[in-house]
């Protein structure tokens, strides 16, 4: 009995082992790349002030001081009635529109992200601890929090005061989550304040699962369903919940891959768009962040295949070789923004350590890791890769 025992979970003890000795060497991989660049920013970061959403005010806003408040980006005045309602233009992004609390929102993401790279790689306590200034201010400090909801996000001037599209903008918040999981453990973490950050985030997961706008990105069937998945899966797994944690997994399995991705691994709603390679650089990288975060010994999301065989290593085989020689892209450019990507995406890191593919991961070496064009960084949420290990 002992024997047949051992003969059966042999295979799972060795897929255990290779994957536990994969993951330190694809780390120190990826920390001997990116160690100089994250110590210098963490080291700006140690002197920065923390700009909330209180910083700034629109009078275009529904909302008051501590709401999230943004304008949809393709939405221009109409020429023919310029004080009536916006009109569209899809992929051409209106500079006009009102940004200021998407930039305050993706500085403090990058600040959380460097500050807990950089308390990863040298176990420094002042990286851990002005996180936490930063986190405060955001989450709890009643005289600058943001209020957990996305009411008022992606707004159009005379059509709406806000959309359920607009909670695509809360995925700069998954670095903030994830760098608050990794710094728990930090001399001067407070186990009073954890609990006030997690009560926070809980308050937003409970939004956004209840709300019609969150209801409605839910179940959005292109990039922004899977964000929708992917910013829950983040937050969820911050605090400890669970049931969602499982409800986005039977969303990966059971609506993302086999609503959205072609059976040759391409994602159609995302090639119909005026930048059909930034959106699917875009939605691979969500799908392969769902992976990273949901997968676990019980349930690997890498390895999960539909019954007609879509996976996530299908995506990854499909745009590699366009990330590789943008030239190759056989469709459309896109309208705006083609020359900035690809940039170091994070789909090629955690999909080669998840299968063993050496070329991606040279690939993600060789590209960019420190982007400054604004839209790109915007569409980039995980620029800090190491703490998501």
């Given at each position: 009995?002992?024997?047949k025992?051992?003969?059966?979970?042999?295979?799972?003890?060795?897929?255990?082992h290779?994957?536990?000795?994969?993951?330190?060497g694809?780390?120190?991989?990826?920390?001997a790349v990116?160690?100089?660049?994250?110590?210098?920013e963490a080291?700006?970061?140690?002197?920065?002030?923390?700009?909330?959403v209180?910083?700034?005010?629109?009078a275009?806003?529904?909302?008051?001081?501590?709401?999230?408040?943004?304008?949809g980006?393709?939405?221009?005045?109409?020429?023919?009635?310029?004080?009536?309602?916006?009109?569209?233009?899809?992929?051409m992004?209106?500079p006009?529109?009102?940004?200021e609390h998407?930039?305050a929102?993706i500085r403090?993401?990058?600040i959380?992200?460097?500050?807990?790279?950089?308390?990863?790689?040298?176990k420094?306590?002042?990286?851990?601890?002005?996180?936490?200034?930063?986190?405060?201010?955001?989450?709890?400090?009643?005289?600058?929090?943001?209020?957990?909801?996305m009411?008022y996000?992606?707004?159009?001037?005379?059509?709406?005061t806000?959309r359920?599209?607009?909670?695509?903008d809360?995925?700069?918040?998954?670095?903030?989550?994830?760098?608050?999981k990794?710094?728990?453990?930090a001399r001067?973490?407070?186990?009073?304040?954890?609990?006030?950050?997690?009560?926070?985030?809980?308050?937003?997961l409970?939004?956004v699962t209840?709300?019609?706008?969150?209801?409605?990105?839910?179940?959005?069937?292109?990039?922004h369903?899977?964000?929708?998945?992917?910013?829950?899966?983040?937050?969820?797994?911050?605090?400890g919940?669970?049931a969602l944690?499982?409800?986005c997994?039977?969303?990966?399995?059971?609506?993302h891959?086999?609503?959205q991705?072609?059976?040759?691994?391409?994602?159609?709603?995302e090639?119909?768009?005026?930048?059909?390679?930034?959106?699917?650089?875009?939605?691979?990288?969500a799908?392969?962040m769902?992976?990273?975060?949901?997968?676990d010994?019980?349930q690997?999301?890498?390895?999960?295949?539909?019954p007609d065989?879509?996976?996530?290593e299908?995506?990854?085989?499909?745009?590699?070789?366009?990330?590789?020689?943008?030239?190759?892209?056989?469709?459309?450019?896109?309208?705006?923004?083609?020359d900035d990507?690809p940039?170091a995406?994070?789909?090629?890191l955690?999909?080669?350590?998840?299968?063993?593919k050496?070329?991606w991961?040279?690939t993600?070496?060789?590209l960019n890791?420190?982007p400054?064009?604004?839209?790109?960084?915007?569409?980039?949420?995980?620029?800090?890769?190491?703490?998501?290990?």
């Amino acid at each position: 009995m002992h024997m047949k025992f051992l003969l059966a979970i042999g295979p799972i003890l060795l897929l255990i082992h290779s994957v536990q000795a994969q993951m330190p060497g694809v780390f120190k991989e990826a920390a001997a790349v990116l160690r100089t660049s994250v110590l210098q920013e963490a080291d700006s970061a140690l002197t920065a002030k923390p700009v909330t959403v209180t910083a700034y005010r629109s009078a275009r806003s529904a909302g008051g001081p501590h709401d999230f408040f943004s304008e949809g980006d393709y939405w221009w005045p109409d020429p023919q009635n310029p004080q009536g309602p916006y009109i569209q233009r899809d992929g051409m992004t209106n500079p006009d529109n009102f940004v200021e609390h998407r930039i305050a929102m993706i500085r403090f993401s990058r600040i959380m992200g460097v500050l807990a790279s950089a308390y990863l790689l040298t176990k420094e306590d002042k990286y851990a601890e002005q996180a936490f200034v930063h986190a405060r201010a955001w989450l709890v400090d009643t005289a600058t929090r943001m209020n957990p909801h996305m009411l008022y996000a992606q707004a159009i001037k005379g059509r709406f005061t806000g959309r359920g599209i607009g909670i695509i903008d809360m995925i700069q918040f998954m670095e903030v989550s994830q760098a608050l999981k990794k710094l728990e453990s930090a001399r001067s973490a407070k186990p009073a304040e954890y609990a006030a950050f997690r009560h926070w985030f809980d308050e937003y997961l409970r939004w956004v699962t209840t709300h019609k706008y969150g209801i409605d990105e839910k179940n959005a069937l292109n990039n922004h369903g899977t964000c929708w998945t992917m910013q829950v899966a983040g937050f969820a797994s911050f605090t400890g919940n669970k049931a969602l944690l499982d409800t986005c997994r039977n969303r990966y399995r059971n609506i993302h891959l086999p609503d959205q991705m072609a059976a040759n691994g391409g994602f159609p709603k995302e090639l119909a768009r005026t930048k059909p390679y930034g959106y699917s650089l875009f939605n691979l990288d969500a799908m392969a962040m769902i992976c990273q975060i949901l997968s676990d010994r019980k349930q690997n999301l890498w390895t999960f295949q539909t019954p007609d065989q879509r996976s996530i290593e299908k995506g990854i085989r499909f745009l590699y070789p366009y990330v590789a020689d943008k030239q190759r892209w056989p469709y459309k450019q896109d309208v705006m923004y083609w020359d900035d990507w690809p940039v170091a995406q994070p789909f090629l890191l955690f999909g080669a350590m998840a299968f063993r593919k050496k070329n991606w991961l040279q690939t993600w070496k060789q590209l960019n890791h420190v982007p400054v064009v604004p839209e790109i960084i915007r569409n980039l949420p995980v620029r800090h890769p190491l703490i998501w290990f």
